[in-house]
């Protein structure tokens, strides 16, 4: 079993940058696809990004390509989300996910964000202002 703890969010204004951690212990996280999902006040839950530990393979949402950029580092056992000229809509409390299955994950986080992962973090903050 893992356990997931983001951290890194905060206030930060339009166009900054903010980078988010997904440390997990446990287990390793090679074992698992990671994936980013994110809710904002009173909207439905929306996946954000993914990874394969295991190959490098990444997916991103349409709405944070070429702005955001995922990254694991297994000698710190953490996956990473960097977000780059970050919007006024990016505020939201951000989760990150661990599953064993990449497919199962991709189709999480493309389709289904209120679907099953096999773990959860608690989420951290993110506001931008305008």
């Known amino acids: 079993e893992v356990q997931l703890v983001e951290s890194g969010g905060g206030l930060v204004q339009a166009g900054g940058s903010l980078t988010l951690s997904c440390a997990a212990s446990?287990?390793?996280?090679?074992?698992?696809?990671i994936a980013w999902f994110r809710q904002a006040p009173g909207k439905e839950r929306e996946g954000v990004s993914a990874i394969s530990v295991t190959d490098g393979s990444t997916y991103y949402a349409t709405s944070v390509k070429g702005r955001f950029t995922i990254s694991s580092d297994n000698a710190k056992n953490t996956v990473y989300l960097q977000m780059n000229n970050l919007k006024p809509e990016d505020t939201a409390v951000y989760y990150c996910?661990?599953?064993?299955?990449?497919?199962?994950?991709?189709?999480?986080?493309?389709?289904?964000?209120?679907?099953?992962?096999?773990?959860w973090g608690k989420g951290t903050l993110v506001t931008v202002s305008s």
């Open positions: 446990g287990d390793t996280i090679h074992n698992y696809a």
């Open positions: 996910a661990a599953d064993h299955s990449w497919p199962h994950t991709v189709v999480t986080v493309k389709t289904t964000p209120k679907g099953a992962m096999d773990y």
